[in-house]
């Protein structure tokens, strides 16, 4: 059975970075899209990073919100996930989830997935 787990979340100032991992187990996702999504208090889901599975060309997709901030990456011998968050703002607090696609390539909106993690917490405060 596959799961996904997050680490990595906590608490940090305004222009702090945290980095976000996610371990997956009970099946290898290398071929499949991986994306992050969060869920602000009051607001809905929203994927905000989306990274190819092995065969896909190009670079990773981002919402505009975070683009130039964050990075995804991966690692698929590790079966791992990577949120790097740099400059944060009180409106990146978040619980943040790891997602896995049942399709190859990240193409338009972030959504359409598949299996998650529980997520982890990230709040933003002076």
């Known amino acids: 059975q596959l799961q996904l787990v997050e680490s990595g979340g906590g608490l940090v100032q305004p222009g702090g970075s945290l980095r976000l991992s996610c371990v997956a187990s009970?099946?290898?996702?290398?071929?499949?899209?991986m994306a992050w999504f969060r869920q602000a208090p009051g607001k809905e889901r929203e994927g905000i990073a989306c990274?190819?599975?092995?065969?896909?060309?190009?670079?990773?997709t981002y919402v505009d919100s975070v683009k130039g901030r964050f990075t995804i990456s991966r690692e698929n011998a590790k079966n791992s996930l990577f949120l790097q968050m740099n400059n944060l703002t009180v409106d990146d607090t978040a619980v943040y989830y790891c997602?896995?696609?049942?399709?190859?390539?990240?193409?338009?909106?972030?959504?359409?997935?598949?299996?998650w993690g529980k997520g982890v917490l990230v709040t933003v405060s002076p």
């Open positions: 997602a896995a696609a049942p399709y190859y390539y990240c193409a338009g909106p972030i959504d359409g997935m598949e299996h």
């Open positions: 009970g099946y290898s996702l290398d071929v499949f899209a």
């Open positions: 990274i190819h599975g092995s065969g896909g060309v190009g670079g990773p």
